[in-house]
């Protein structure tokens, strides 16, 4: 009787662990963009129905959202007379694990081709998904314990500790702040193209003050420096169309008082190795417009004197910077390349090390007059793309966003998340990211005194009756 009890126990535990290697991988068709062909809107409800169906087998279950799914799938449909192509691009964690093309003649053909495509992307989620699998069951637990395996905390996965504010009535594309108060209250400042805004965070989420610019002027920065005895600095970097014309604000108390304007540069506020925060500025570079020289600034007499350049890689935008040093204290430069690789360069300035991993993604823009004018239509859009942020102890963070395929930087991005990475010595390591939402990300603020990360989604795109929606989301980073 003992032996059998013995063997129905060992039954069982096979059995329990056959169910969990046998768990669906749960995916979702999160989007279909059409382009081309008629009732667009039909047919991406069609594509995503028939895509979903023919997901579901070979140990996948399709889901509704992307909420529940481990794979998020983006699919593009474009249509030139009788032919078709279908491009789909499977995502888990932000990255790109799978990838499918198709193509067809005519309507016959559009449901043979979704099943075409579906095959494709099962072949290759299943592959990834054992060959994933596989360093697991070799590492362990005890791999993890040694360092090998990198848990993401909650905290910053935004289950726990976090804080989201009422809807915001307007797409925001900016945000800055001023740090912990004696009182709880944190000062920040949020932005769309044209209008500028003071809230207040305490026990509420208060607008203070909303101050607009010109319809010509558009915002393109916003960075605080703290002065002392509850007031603090506001660099707001304006460009009337390629041209900076910047601003400074002062804020005491509740009072935000305009100290200068039309500032012909661009400006940033940045805490390099070792340094306290400072402001940093460049002015306009010509063709390249973010290719100038990279100098520290001061504000003397409602004007910007600069001191001493900052020795960067060549053609380096301000917006697109960090600096880490590493286990020896040298100096690492980080610059995000237009091509959304993270690149590392050493005191020399040479290249050490490139990501493989595509980071950033922003439509925050400016038009170049060429454009205005009739010319150079092709390069008009100049992107500022992700702020690359830093903390103290030497850990970088940098926003992500997703485009759909085949839309390119022009595309509404979204699938927004924050990632922190470390320098190891052989390159930057990623450490953990937020959770990766459905919308957009277009900025976001980490204050190192108090460990918090702020950041922006927008929930509503702008139309021509609505000026858009967004959330301003607070998590603690421990």
């Not at 916003?222 to 600095?233: A, C, F, I, R, S």
């Not at 020896?328 to 995000?336: C, K, Q, S, Y």
Request: hydrophobic letters at 40%.
């Amino acid at each position: 009787m003992k032996r059998y009890l013995q063997l129905v126990m060992l039954l069982m535990l096979v059995i329990v662990a056959s169910g969990v290697s046998a768990a669906p991988l749960k995916v979702t068709v999160s989007e279909v963009r059409t382009l081309g062909g008629a009732n667009r809107d039909e047919m991406a409800t069609i594509l995503k129905t028939l895509i979903a169906s023919r997901l579901s087998r070979d140990g996948v279950m399709a889901v509704g959202t992307v909420a529940e799914a481990d794979v998020a799938i983006m699919v593009s449909y474009i249509a030139a007379g009788k032919l078709f192509s279908l491009d789909a691009q499977a995502l888990q964690g932000g990255k790109t694990v799978a990838r499918a093309f198709e193509q067809g003649e005519g309507e016959d053909d559009l449901i043979p081709a979704t099943g075409r495509l579906a095959d494709r992307l099962l072949a290759d989620l299943t592959k990834n998904r054992a060959s994933a699998a596989a360093p697991q069951q070799q590492v362990g637990v005890q791999g993890a314990q040694n360092g090998e395996l990198v848990k993401i905390d909650d905290k910053t996965m935004g289950t726990n500790g976090s804080w989201r504010s009422p809807e915001i009535p307007t797409a925001i594309g900016l945000i800055a702040a001023g740090s912990v108060g004696t009182d709880g209250g944190r000062d920040i400042f949020l932005a769309d193209n044209r209008r500028l805004f003071h809230y207040r965070k305490g026990t509420a989420f208060k607008l203070i003050a909303e101050k607009t610019l010109l319809v010509y002027e558009k915002i393109l920065s916003l960075d605080v420096l703290e002065t002392g005895n509850n007031t603090l600095d506001l660099y707001v970097t304006v460009v009337r169309n390629d041209q900076p014309a910047s601003q400074i604000w002062h804020l005491k108390g509740d009072s935000l008082e305009r100290v200068a304007q039309e500032l012909p540069y661009f400006m940033r506020v940045l805490k390099l190795p070792g340094q306290p925060g400072r402001l940093y500025v460049q002015k306009n570079g010509g063709r390249q417009l973010f290719g100038g020289a990279i100098s520290e600034a001061e504000l003397v007499g409602g004007q910007l004197r600069t001191k001493q350049e900052l020795p960067v890689p060549p053609g380096t935008s301000l917006y697109a910077f960090n600096q880490l040093t590493d286990q020896n204290g040298a100096l690492l430069t980080v610059v995000l390349s237009p091509e959304n690789k993270l690149v590392v360069y050493n005191r020399e300035q040479k290249e050490i090390w490139r990501s493989s991993e595509e980071y950033g993604g922003s439509e925050l823009f400016v038009e170049k007059r060429e454009a205005l004018a009739g010319q150079d239509a092709a390069d008009a859009e100049l992107y500022l793309n992700q702020k690359i942020r830093t903390s103290a102890s030497g850990q970088l963070f940098i926003g992500k966003n997703v485009a759909p395929l085949l839309f390119g930087k022009r595309g509404n991005y979204k699938n927004g998340a924050v990632y922190c990475l470390a320098w190891s010595g052989d390159g930057l390591e990623g450490k953990w990211h937020t959770r990766i939402t459905d919308y957009y990300l277009p900025d976001f603020f980490y204050d190192d005194s108090s460990k918090d990360l702020l950041q922006i989604e927008v929930t509503g795109r702008p139309t021509i009756l609505s000026k858009g929606s967004s959330a301003l989301i607070i998590r603690k980073i421990e």
